[in-house]
T-cell receptor, first 114, second 113 residues
Framework: NAGVMQNPRHLVRRRGQEARLRCSPMKGHSHVYWYRQLPEEGLKFMVYLQKENIIDESGMPKERFSAEFPKEGPSILRIQQVVRGDSAAYFC????????????FGEGSWLTVV | AQSVSQHNHHVILSEAASLELGCNYSYGGTVNLFWYVQYPGQHLQLLLKYFSGDPLVKGIKGFEAEFIKSKFSFNLRKPSVQWSDTAEYFCAVKGLFGQNFVFGPGTRLSVLP
């Protein structure tokens, strides 16, 4: 049973470019969460999605960031016009559609903005 | 809104010392509680979780945690740490219905050989 798959694992972008991070949840999981981890800081919640719905995006910056989880295909976290401060590890996690279940993390995507 | 606090930012112990990492949460309803560990350069892995029942839960690698409802706490313990326990430890809480998982800021544990 494959775990949560994230790609790319490492991404380098120049300031002003776009970054797209993909997350395929575990089989049978319909809930996806995105977190950002800055160097020397903890995990910051960004967005919580179910298939075709954004449930909670209270942690998403208002500009340049967007997320989707289409009916088919992976969840995508999109960062437009990246700036140096976007450099971080972005972790995706997934859980099954049952209250109280555990979330399982992917190995993360490390974004470096140069 | 839910929030999670962890008492210590960085804990340094010698091997064989006992460990207790504090975690407190604020939430008005029923919660599920978790501890995750992140080894250097790796992703988060589940250590243990509490849903209901016995408030003392045992996890992997000799870790355990105790849920004290009256104190809104879920402290992590291990009687004797090893060098390989060096990692970042995150406490997390989830409301029972539909809410997202909220993580604490993490506690870095350094175990000296």
């Amino acid at each position: 049973n494959a775990g949560v798959m994230q790609n790319p694992r490492h991404l380098v972008r120049r300031r002003g470019q776009e970054a797209r991070l993909r997350c395929s949840p575990m089989k049978g999981h319909s809930h996806v969460y995105w977190y950002r981890q800055l160097p020397e800081e903890g995990l910051k919640f960004m967005v919580y999605l179910q298939k075709e719905n954004i449930i909670d995006e209270s942690g998403m910056p208002k500009e340049r960031f967007s997320a989707e989880f289409p009916k088919e295909g992976p969840s995508i976290l999109r960062i437009q016009q990246v700036v140096r401060g976007d450099s971080a590890a972005y972790f995706c996690a997934s859980s099954p559609p049952v209250s109280g279940n555990t979330i399982y993390f992917g190995e993360g995507s490390w974004l470096t903005v140069v | 809104a839910q929030s999670v606090s962890q008492h210590n930012h960085h804990v340094i112990l010698s091997e064989a010392a006992s460990l207790e990492l504090g975690c407190n949460y604020s939430y008005g309803g029923t919660v599920n509680l978790f501890w995750y560990v992140q080894y250097p350069g790796q992703h988060l892995q589940l250590l243990l979780k509490y849903f209901s029942g016995d408030p003392l839960v045992k996890g992997i690698k000799g870790f355990e945690a105790e849920f004290i409802k009256s104190k809104f706490s879920f402290n992590l313990r291990k009687p004797s740490v090893q060098w390989s326990d060096t990692a970042e430890y995150f406490c997390a809480v989830k409301g029972l219905f539909g809410q997202n998982f909220v993580f604490g800021p993490g506690t870095r544990l350094s175990v000296l050989p």
